[in-house]
């Protein structure tokens, strides 16, 4: 933001400057030369001195305006994310090394501009010595055509005019090479984070017209990092209308494969078809399409409930968006807060509980309609009472529609049509709810662990 800001401003500010310097320079000059050829030749030869000054001097200074941007904004990220965890901050007692952080980096801000601004500084003072150089220059050699009557001194009078008036603007050149600098600096960092690849897409990007919801993992292997394999070898078939249990520890890559399936990510073995076709050979707009999502992190934006609701599916009525609420059971809450439909959330959602959060984001989901359903823990926030009551309306929701459901709470999944427990990215049991307990393995025990404790 830093960045672009200051390459607006200096391009509003210099760029105006830089013409009417340059104009300036090139209609004094003409008037010149009809005066006095060699006088001009006097004048003109101050123009290589400001060059060389004006090259060393942003040879030197143009690092320090660089590191300038770059602490800026560094300086910046600390503020934003000390102001969003003020409350970590305080329950860690972390304030005074937060406070010292911030003053380090401030203190790098500090060097390095001041650095910039002294060297920059140093330039117009530079420009107008050698301003004056050509100023002396011209009176010495006009004082001499003047006694051998090669001029008159009239000439020299209006010629000393136009001295002035081509050295100001050559002086408010350097001057403007000062916001030209930091413009150059921003302009890099600007340009750095354009450069950075896009999704790439194919040129014949499929569609495909019919979307029953038919998912298959085909030996997908994967790895956020090179060096690491996430998920070594998952296969899975998912029939149209088929709902998935995916559970296992924490961290095992429940929702990495949730990621792969939106091609958030590529595979790095194997391939991942939904409809039959390679993910990678889908339009990535449409493929997005097919799935309506609820993520471990709730997103809300800042807007209406009613606004939020309607997100997935813009053209939603009214009677719509409360249906969809009320099959999400978060009608009742709702009406309990000022507005109702209209209450507005705030910037970071935190004028809603996290249970509250999520029973917005089903509702959404709800109403988007899509062929598949993607569940990453949907619930995990919502009291179990309620949360059975959802599972009924989710059971709804869910009929005629392919799902992907991860839970911890396994009395979620209980009526799933597979359910997969996986391990450090491998499937290590597969099976429904009650051929999974009969064998007796790990989804057995997890599920007597919770059963257990709730007895
Ligand atoms: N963006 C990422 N870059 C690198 N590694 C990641 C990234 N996201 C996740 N991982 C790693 O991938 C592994 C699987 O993460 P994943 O989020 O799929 O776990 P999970 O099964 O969803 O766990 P949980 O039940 O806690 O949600 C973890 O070891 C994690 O450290
Ligand atoms: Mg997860």
């Not at 391939?271 to 399409?289: F, H, K, T």
């Not at 009929?399 to 839970?407: E, H, L, P």
């Not at 996986?422 to 007597?448: C, M, P, S, W």
Request: charged share 20%; proline share 3%; aromatic share 8%.
């Amino acid at each position: 933001t830093n960045d672009v800001d200051t390459l607006g401003q200096s391009l509003n500010q210099s760029v105006t400057q830089l013409i009417t310097s340059i104009t300036q320079i090139i209609g004094v000059l003409v008037m010149m030369l009809s005066i006095s050829l060699p006088l001009t030749g006097v004048t003109v030869l101050t123009l290589p001195a400001a060059a060389i000054i004006l090259a060393v001097m942003i040879h030197f200074s143009q690092p320090y305006f660089r590191e300038q941007q770059q602490v800026l904004g560094a300086v910046n990220g600390i503020i934003e994310e000390d102001f969003a965890g003020q409350n970590v901050i305080q329950v860690f007692d972390r304030a005074e090394a937060s406070i010292e952080e911030f003053d380090r980096q401030n203190d790098r801000l500090f060097i390095s501009g001041w650095r910039s601004q002294f060297l920059s500084g140093l330039m117009m003072p530079l420009m107008s010595l050698v301003g004056n150089m050509g100023y002396v220059g011209v009176v010495v050699v006009g004082a001499q055509l003047a006694l051998t009557g090669n001029a008159t001194p009239g000439d020299i009078q209006s010629f000393i005019q136009y001295v002035r008036n081509f050295t100001q603007p050559v002086q408010q050149l350097g001057n403007v090479s000062n916001t030209m600098q930091s413009m150059a600096a921003a302009t890099e960092r600007v340009f750095e984070f354009l450069a950075a690849p896009e999704e790439e897409q194919k040129a014949d990007a499929q569609i495909p017209e019919k979307r029953p919801g038919h998912v298959e993992f085909d030996h997908v292997k994967f790895g956020y990092t090179p060096d690491k394999t996430i998920i070594h070898d998952f296969s899975c078939e998912a029939q149209p209308g088929q709902t998935i249990a995916i559970v296992g520890p924490t961290g095992a890559g429940k929702t990495t494969l949730i990621k792969l399936l939106q091609r958030f990510y590529d595979v790095d073995g194997g391939s991942l078809r939904v409809e039959g076709i390679d993910v990678r050979d889908w339009d990535r707009a449409a493929l997005r399409g097919e799935f309506a999502m609820v993520l471990q992190d709730t997103w809300l934006f800042n807007g209406t409930i009613r606004e939020n609701i309607r997100y997935g599916r813009p053209d939603a009525s009214d009677a719509e968006v409360e249906a969809a609420a009320r099959a999400a059971r978060c009608d009742h809450f709702i009406h309990t807060l000022a507005g109702g439909y209209d209450f507005m959330i705030n910037e970071e959602g935190t004028n809603l509980s996290q249970g509250q959060r999520q029973l917005v984001t089903i509702a959404r989901a709800i109403l988007a309609d899509r062929p598949a359903l993607i569940l990453d823990e949907a619930t995990s926030n919502v009291d179990t009472r309620t949360e059975e009551l959802i599972q009924r309306a989710m059971d709804a929701l869910m009929q005629g529609r392919t799902s992907f459901v991860i839970a911890h709470r396994l009395s979620t999944i209980r009526n799933a049509d597979v359910i997969l427990v996986i391990r450090d990215g491998d499937i290590v049991e597969k099976g429904t709810h009650d051929e999974l307990l009969a064998q007796g393995g790990f989804y057995a025990d997890l599920y007597n662990s919770q059963f257990d404790e709730a007895a």
